[in-house]
């Protein structure tokens, strides 16, 4: 009996936590979605109507560009550090997670200084071509802004991975013959795995919901969470901003299961 209310006692606040920060708000969204003039169809609205549509699409392969990016960059990243140890390594490990302490209007605002009108990029291409060349409020802009703050946390991750990687699997498979690409292939990735699956399924779901960079850029492109912005503040339309949010966590959230059921050991 005791065992028992010592239990309960464990999970209350997570039930109390569970209750007023994700199945009310839910509720909530999902009573104003279903309130609005259309209905239960704004959610075929949005696969319908070619806004809501093309915004979708866009925020899905900007996700998907990004978390492949990311990985690519962590994974060589997260290798090259975590068996060698070389002066300045310390110093190299904290610039390259840095930007955690930026949040995404920061990130925003030196992608800007990078390739806006007044950008570094431009600046130089005016001088060098007579043209200036701006990139910054374009799709091309936000991957590079979400890539900027995606790094880091993926990188932290694979990291943690990488050091436990036994170094005598690997000189193993280099005695026996083979060359870096099979080692690559048969040794080292799959002993990532779990920490790619991880860190590819936060990544993509960061950037599938990043609001202050995409606040600070999307100036010529509507990514879905600028949408629910304009919808709910200019467009005063609750109801569609509430079924484009359900929508944006249903995506994240079937990602994130699908990560987990691929991972290896789940």
Known sequence: MRTRRFDLLLILPLAIFTLAFLILPLA???????????????????????????????????????TAATLAIATVAAQTLANRRFPGRGLLLSLLTFPLAFPGVVVGFMVILLGGRLGLVGSVTKAVAGTNVVFAYSLIGLFLGYLYFS????????LAAAETLDPALVEAARSLGAGPLAIQRDVVLPALFPALYTGGALCFATAMGAFGTAFTLATNVDVVPMLIYTEFTLATNAAMAAALSIALGVVTWLALVLARLRAPGA
């Open 28 to 66: 909530r969204l999902g009573a104003t979605a279903a309130g609005g003039e259309r209905g239960a169809m704004a959610f075929l609205a949005i696969l319908t109507e070619p806004r809501y549509r093309t915004s979708l699409i866009a925020t899905l392969l900007l996700a998907l560009a990004t």
């Open 151 to 158: 790094v880091p946390r993926v990188l932290l991750t694979i």
